[in-house]
């Protein structure tokens, strides 16, 4: 009631509505615990231009902590490889809020399941290597950007790097978003609850955070693009670790993610990872896997040359390693790992 009421009939009167400019009953096809996620066309009234969109129903009413973050940090950024936000929608009736976005068709989740699914019925349609290149060029130029303006992405993931369709003018083009969960919370020390029927996969998660370090840093995102790389490559999640169904744990330490990840890369030792016995889990650690000599014999060059034949003197490899650094301070920058 603080706004003269006649303006106040005005400014509604006035206000687009998104039921008018666009055509979204029953075309939902996302759903989480960030909202729920239609696939649209503009109506022909509208002045948006022709092709299809995402409009995205924020879950709850009012411009809560979350979709507030959302806004801001969206509105303020522009590049090519992060997901641009079109149009905010503010549904004055029903405190409802929607955000616009270009569709996209693809997501690397779905394209690397749909070739693992097709290598295993024996159609060679693995992803070219040309692809693997493009995709990660991309991911570190978003990346990059993201980083230069202090944004850390915090849960990269093959479901968070989406692909513009062959119906879009951007054909093939990455778009870095954020489709869920863990956005609602900011540390990364919060317990993980139920939210979302999608259990969190610690797939990605670099191994400090596993040990309990206390803040996302850019290393953290580039871990994750690591674990992305080599899942391009082999089509299988490098460090695949079952996920027991009830995910309840307030503790960031994951023993079973842990024996994954060192199963895969040796165990580290003092050289590789000086600053180890600081992190908070480090007791646990060495409760649990001791000196870690049960792994001495484990490396990244042995896993990838033996399942995959990939070359331990590659360029390729050469910057998976690096990407892969146990030890966050020896993990390239964005723009190191572009420059290789
Ligand atoms: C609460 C909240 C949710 C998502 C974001 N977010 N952040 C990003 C980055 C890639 C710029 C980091 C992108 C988004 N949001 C989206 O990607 N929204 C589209 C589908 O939900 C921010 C804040």
């Known amino acids: 009631a603080w706004m003269d009421a006649d303006f106040r009939r005005q400014l509604s009167a006035r206000r687009e509505r998104v039921e008018d400019a666009f055509e979204f009953e029953g075309r939902k096809v996302g ?49 090519p490889n992060v997901i641009s936000l079109k149009q905010v929608y503010l549904a004055h009736e029903t405190r409802q809020i929607w955000l616009l976005f270009d569709y996209a068709e693809h997501d690397l989740w779905r394209m690397i399941n749909f070739h693992a699914s097709a290598k295993k019925c024996n159609s060679q349609v693995s992803l070219p290597p040309n692809f693997t290149k493009s995709i990660m060029h991309q991911i570190l130029c978003g990346i990059h950007y993201l980083h230069s303006n202090w944004v850390l992405h915090r849960d990269l993931k093959p479901a968070n790097i989406l692909v513009m369709g062959a119906t879009s003018p951007e054909r093939g083009r990455v778009k870095i ?38 803040h996302y840093t850019k290393a953290i995102d580039l871990w994750a693009i690591g674990c992305i790389m080599a899942e391009l490559i082999t089509d299988k999640p490098l460090f695949y670790c079952k996920q027991e169904e009830d995910i309840k744990t307030s503790s960031p330490y994951n023993r079973d993610q842990l024996e994954r990840i060192f199963s895969v890369m040796g165990f580290p030792s003092q050289q590789d990872w000086r600053d180890l016995p600081h992190l908070p889990k480090y007791g646990d650690l060495v409760r649990n896997f001791g000196t870690g000599q049960q792994y001495a014999r484990f490396s990244l060059g042995r896993h990838m040359s033996r399942s995959f034949g990939m070359s331990e003197t590659s360029p390729e ?10 030890d966050p301070l020896r993990r390239p920058s964005a723009r190191e790992a572009l420059e290789d």
Do not use: N
Not at 42 to 66: F, H, N, T, V, W
């Open 31 to 79: 759903r989480g615990s960030y909202g729920q996620v239609f696939k649209t066309k503009p109506r022909s009234c509208a002045d948006a231009p022709a092709g299809d969109y995402a409009l995205k129903q924020i879950e709850g009413s009012g411009l809560s902590m979350s979709a507030c973050r959302e806004i801001a940090l969206l509105r303020e950024l522009k590049h």
């Open 317 to 326: 490899f050469r910057l998976l390693s690096r990407l892969l650094a146990m």
């Open 177 to 214: 978003a954020d489709l869920g969960l863990a956005r609602l919370f900011h540390q990364p020390l919060t317990p993980l609850t139920e939210i979302d029927p999608v259990v969190v996969t610690f797939w990605y998660r670099a191994p400090e955070l596993l040990l309990g370090a206390r």
